[in-house]
């Protein structure tokens, strides 16, 4: 009878326990900001606080840089991360590990050439959820110094590549190289229901600065404006280097991040249209004048693995203090 009762008790006492701790602790795993469904393990992850769905059909034009009275719908202390120019091996591989730790996504308007020389890694990026734009094919400087077909085939091919190398639909997102856009394009854009996004927080990572002075910059500039679009380059190791702090203090400040995603994918050209396009730069002559300008010119060079060598695996403070001058004073790049 008492051994009887000892097992009821036992009973109870245990589902009494179970019903306790989910009560306790079920809140907390719920207010974890989410990573690919599963709770973020980290408490100071800044984490996603929601999605937004960009319908392209209209060709949207998005961010103050560019485009003055098209700001992205976002609310205060709202902030949405993108990085052009990549992928880079050692610097993408580093910002995807942060951007994991934080449980958070991202936007990255990728160079057509740069995703077909690292296809690994753009595909490490879109398989890590966040969401894959173009920025050309080879990021010619300045495309208004360009003429329009040249321009188109700059847009499509770049589209073409990236998707190529991600190996399933990337999102109709685009950002002019350096934030040159000119009318007959943004009108090109449009008609092919391409988002053409600029920027809002220009932390200037192009320029040379230390990660200090990125995280400074961003939230001054944040603390101005509320919230926004803000543009990073993940070919930059400072980037990587502010990063990890730069989300940090984000999250102490208490804005949040939104994932940007595309309503319906990116439709390549057909292929005719797309050899059209492209037979008219495929001369072999590097010399040959097209529109004024050499093939080479216009073309840009072929990018080769070097590239990445060229980058030092981390940020260090320049010792010499006329090179770190050199820097700063260099012209200001997007
Ligand atoms: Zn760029």
């Known amino acids: 009878m008492f051994l009887r009762f000892l097992f009821f008790f036992i009973r109870y006492a245990i589902a009494g326990l179970i019903f306790i701790s989910v009560v306790l602790f079920a809140p907390s795993l719920q207010a974890s900001p989410s990573y690919n469904g599963e709770a973020c393990r980290s408490k100071h992850a800044i984490g996603v606080s929601r999605i937004l769905e960009i319908d392209t059909s209209t060709g949207p034009r998005y961010g103050r840089v560019q485009f003055k009275n098209h700001p992205l719908p976002l609310k205060h202390k709202e902030v949405v991360i993108t990085f052009d120019d990549g992928p880079l091996p050692t610097v993408t ?11 958070t996504k991202a936007t990255f308007f990728a160079v057509g050439k740069m995703a077909k020389a690292f296809p690994d890694l753009i595909q490490k990026v879109a398989r890590e959820g966040h969401t894959v734009g173009a920025h050309t094919h080879s990021h010619p400087r300045d495309l208004r110094h360009h003429y329009f077909p040249y321009s188109r085939f700059q847009i499509e091919r770049g589209f073409q590549d990236v998707q190529a190398a991600v190996g399933k639909p990337i999102a109709p997102f685009f950002r002019f190289p350096g934030l040159h856009d000119y009318e007959q394009m943004n009108k090109y854009l449009s008609d092919r229901h391409i988002a053409n996004f600029s920027v809002d927080i220009v932390p200037g990572d192009t ?10 910059n961003t939230l001054s500039q944040l603390r101005r404006r509320g919230k926004g679009i803000l543009l990073l380059h993940d070919i930059k190791p400072a980037t990587a280097a502010a990063l990890p702090r730069l989300l940090s203090a984000l999250k102490a400040r208490g804005y949040k991040i939104v994932h940007i995603v595309p309503k319906k994918p990116f439709e390549p050209v057909p292929i005719a249209l797309m050899n059209m396009l492209y037979e ?4 072999k002559d590097p010399k040959t004048i097209i529109g004024g300008l050499t093939y080479r010119q216009l073309y840009g060079t072929k990018p080769t ?4 060598r060229r980058v030092k695996k981390r940020w260090r403070k320049p010792k010499n203090k006329r090179y770190s001058k050199r820097v700063y004073r260099r012209k200001r790049r997007y």
Do not use: E, Q, V, Y
């Not at 591989?93 to 449980?103: A, D, G, N, Y």
């Not at 320029?207 to 400074?216: E, K, L």
């Not at 008219?280 to 001369?283: E, I």
């Open 305 to 308: 693995k070097r590239l990445n």
């Open 207 to 216: 320029n040379g600065f230390s990660p200090a002075r990125i995280i400074r």
């Open 93 to 103: 591989k580093s910002i995807l590990r942060t951007l994991k730790r934080h449980c």
């Open 280 to 283: 008219d730069f495929s001369h």
